[in-house]
């Protein structure tokens, strides 16, 4: 069965630091999504994107965070000079088109803690 | 703002027990409503969407929606210690584009 994939699982940075979390979402998907999830607290919107541009994104989404996909296959975060409260569980979810937009399947997510 | 509120728990049921879930959203707009299952440290798993007033049956599992009063509800019925985990109820915004999830309410299956 299809699924989302993202690296690393873990990430590790020094506050200041840029990160970049990868995503392979569903192949035949058109819709991509980044959400997080600070560790005890509920599942937050950060953008989804759709035909190479940014469709929606909430307030999280300031100018420190932007998304790329650089290819075919990949969808990434970026994440500019971390700061502490960026420590999170980071998700990346796909879905297709049509009545499939609404359905959302979420990858295993990557831990990153900022230090 | 847009929310969906939900009662964090726990809650506890004897196993074989039929566990209810409910969820309240805000935004009167929403037409759809989804049901995923996290386990502690891992993704949201779907288990049921649900667009339609009314009830919606999927094996041990039935979402019902009222949209006159804003309220989406998960039964589990035979529940079992697998079933353990944090449920979290979504709704989406107009646009299709966003999922506002809520806190979640966290199940236990007791054996």
């Known amino acids: 069965e299809p699924e989302v994939t993202q690296t690393p699982s873990h990430q590790v940075t020094q506050m200041g630091q840029e990160v970049i979390l990868r995503c392979v979402p569903i192949?035949?998907?058109?819709?991509f999504y980044w959400y997080r999830q600070i560790l005890g607290q509920k599942v937050e919107f950060l953008v989804s994107f759709y035909n190479n541009e940014i469709s929606e994104k909430s307030e999280i989404f300031d100018d420190q965070f932007s998304v790329e996909r650089p290819d075919g296959s990949n969808f990434t975060l970026k994440i500019r000079s971390t700061k502490l409260e960026d420590s999170a569980m980071y998700f990346c979810a796909s879905s297709g088109y049509g009545s499939e937009q609404e359905t959302q399947y979420f990858g295993p997510g990557t831990r990153l803690l900022v230090l | 703002q847009k929310e969906v509120e939900q009662n964090s728990g726990p809650l506890s049921v004897p196993e074989g027990a039929i566990a209810s879930l409910n969820c309240t959203y805000s935004?009167?707009?929403?037409?759809?409503f989804f049901w995923y299952r996290q386990y502690s440290g891992k993704s949201p798993e779907l288990i049921m969407s649900i667009y339609s007033n009314g009830d919606k049956e999927d094996g041990r599992f039935t979402a019902q929606l009222n949209k006159a009063s804003q309220y989406v509800s998960l039964l589990i019925r035979d529940s079992q210690p697998s079933d353990s985990a944090t449920y979290l109820c979504?709704?989406?915004?107009?646009?299709?584009?966003?999922?506002?999830f809520g806190t979640g309410t966290s199940l236990t299956v007791i054996p």
């Open positions: 979504a709704a989406i915004t107009n646009t299709g584009n966003q999922f506002y």
């Open positions: 192949s035949n998907h058109l819709y």
């Open positions: 935004d009167r707009g929403s037409q759809s």
